[in-house]
């Protein structure tokens, strides 16, 4: 018995041995062939660990196997084979598309791999099955600075007849922070984790169709079925994983730019991106490499209420007493005015429970009771709305504008982002203008080229007011300008006032206060200005303004503009300006200038 038992244990170290040298055997061959390849040089690889300049933008730990592997693309490479091989740190299951990838391009790899079952990721999968890809563009909310440029995320459908129970990839800041002025700070210095997350569609559209009040356009992509899988796949490997969040440039838009360069080997799209990343233009690179093979619009149900407000209803008298104090359809209205009043009613009634005006029960209580009576009117509703301007064909969103006046001086001013007052709002959120860091050098006659203002950041919101949405239109400026006798202050301009009108013309009235700052004299004003927008004409956008300020140092200005900006094409705009300003003595300038955007 004895003997039979020695027999086995040295069968058995045999055995044991054999398998060493033979594995050891495959190790060796697989290291060599990837050091002679130099497999870690590869772009893909590179691409797989989210590596640009030397270093990957990932700065969680448990994306990489080696503790080196964010700065070192070949220990990455090789610890990754050696823990496949071990059956270690679970890469199997945590990185499946490395682990496709390392099988495609390194012969004999897959007979050494510790094979184990994954069920996480078999889950995941099946509960995806992806078989569209759709770029989804809410448009820009400018009373929250987390989202004055707009969001991009994508949508995964196993059936594009049925989007609204597909689901999406999100990426986003992880924060509560309430404060919209320290959400931006933070956001720009980085201080948030960005995570991707996977969530219902409809609970997306919900958020920004209904609660934020945003419009939606759907980009459908033309990927293959490889190329989404290889998308899902490396999804899942970025689960759990974080990186620096910057409202700038790495941001929402940047990181899912990432997901596409992963699915399409041959897209080469963040580099692009360097200082900024606009959402808007991250979606017009995508038209380069003809990714978009059809287009959607989804309106808010904002969009939809002001439709019937200003398009349908024809007799507006009842309107504000039906809806604010239930009183009923007055009977003298047309069966047209009934219905558009009810469908009014049933929306704003949702808008109201958005905003938490409702407990659920009373909510329930008004809606079941509006259907019911909507009910008893046979006509179906048919709100044809008007699709807007395609943000895919807007201007891009850096500028340069070179200009010449009445008094002989020349002007040259540079911007990276975004739309003012004078550009053509096609595409962009009419009313709303965002400007950082506007650079403008003037050249007068026998004076030398002079910094004559620079913008760090300038907001306007000009949202119109109608009988029901009544919000405050505000601005703020801050920079530095040369400002009375040409001296150099620091400015700040706060204002708040009421725009009234509709999207393509609309008047507005604002208070505000010019506040210029230097060691030795601060000057601050109180004062009124009022203007008028038409965006009516079809390539032209007018505009007039007349500003009054009173200042603390006992003088007053007032100021007359009037402005006409004609669209040349999608990137060049002629501007032609009037300027009268009795700043220093009464004078009229006339301004023609020239703006290419890029």
């Known amino acids: 018995m004895l003997n039979i038992c020695n027999f086995f244990i040295r069968k058995l170290k045999y055995l044991l041995l054999y398998f060493l040298c033979f594995n050891f055997s495959y190790s060796s061959e697989i290291l060599d062939y990837v050091e002679n390849t130099k497999l870690y040089e590869n772009t893909y690889w590179a691409k797989l660990l989210h590596f640009r300049d030397g270093i990957s933008e990932i700065d969680s730990d448990n994306f990489f196997i080696s503790k080196d592997g964010k700065k070192d693309l070949k220990k990455e490479l090789f610890e990754t084979i050696q823990s496949l091989q071990n059956g270690q740190n679970n890469v199997l299951c945590r990185f499946p598309l490395r682990v496709e990838w390392l099988k495609q391009n390194i012969p004999s790899l897959e007979k050494t791999i510790v094979n184990y079952s994954c069920e996480e990721l078999d889950k995941y999968i099946s509960i995806l099955d992806a078989k569209y890809v759709t ?305 403008n050098l003037k050249k007068q006659k026998d004076k030398d080229l002079k910094l004559d203002r620079f913008t760090l950041l300038k907001i306007k919101s000009l949202a119109p007011r109608d009988m029901f949405f009544k919000p405050i239109s505000w601005g703020i400026d801050l920079g530095y300008e040369h400002f009375k006798e040409e001296n150099d202050y620091l400015k700040i301009k706060p204002e708040i006032g009421l725009s009234f009108g509709q999207n393509k013309e609309y008047i507005y009235t604002m208070l505000s206060s010019n506040i210029y700052y230097k060691a030795n004299e601060q000057l601050a004003s109180i004062g009124t200005n009022i203007g008028f927008v038409t965006n009516r004409f079809k390539n032209f956008k007018i505009g007039l303004n007349y500003s009054y300020d009173k200042y603390n140092k006992n003088f007053e200005n007032k100021q007359f503009e009037g402005f006409i900006t004609y669209k040349l094409n999608r990137n060049a705009s002629l501007n032609l300006r009037y300027l009268n300003d009795n700043l220093y003595e009464k004078q009229d300038i006339l301004k023609v200038g020239v703006s290419y955007y890029f």
């Open 135 to 439: 770029m989804v563009f809410p448009t820009a909310h400018i009373n929250s600075p987390a989202s004055m440029y707009g969001h991009t995320f994508l949508r995964l459908s196993s059936n594009n007849q049925t989007p609204l129970i597909s689901n999406a990839i999100n990426y986003a800041a992880v924060t509560n922070e309430t404060n919209g002025f320290l959400f931006a700070y933070k956001g720009l210095f980085g201080h948030y984790e960005g995570r991707y997350s996977i969530l219902p569609y409809y609970e997306k559209i919900k958020e920004y169709n209904n609660l934020e009040q945003r419009d939606i356009w759907e980009y459908d992509l033309d990927l293959n079925q490889e190329e989404i899988n290889r998308l899902v796949l490396h999804t899942f490997e970025l689960k759990d994983s974080y990186s620096d969040y910057f409202f700038f440039k790495e941001n929402c838009s940047y990181n899912i730019l990432w997901l596409l360069e992963i699915a399409r080997p041959s897209l080469d799209l963040v580099s692009n991106f360097d200082f900024k990343t606009v959402p808007l233009d991250s979606i017009k690179i995508l038209q380069n490499y003809d990714l978009i093979k059809n287009t959607n619009f989804r309106y808010s149900s904002m969009g939809k209420m002001k439709h019937i407000l200003n398009e349908k209803i024809e007799n507006k008298e009842y309107l504000k007493e039906f809806v604010n104090e239930d009183e009923p359809l007055n009977e003298s209205l047309s069966t047209k005015d009934k219905i558009s009043y009810l469908d009014f009613k049933i929306s704003y009634l949702q808008y109201q429970r958005a905003n938490n005006k409702y407990e659920k029960n009373e909510y329930l209580k008004k809606y079941l009771q509006l259907l019911k009576q909507r009910s008893s009117f046979k006509e179906v509703s048919n709100y044809e709305i008007e699709t807007p301007f395609d943000p895919l064909y807007s201007h891009d969103s850096a500028r340069i504008s070179f200009f010449y006046d009445s008094n002989e001086s020349f002007e040259l001013s540079a911007k990276p982002v975004y739309n003012d007052i004078y550009d053509i709002s096609d595409g962009y959120l009419q009313g709303a203008f965002i400007d950082f860091f506007e650079l």
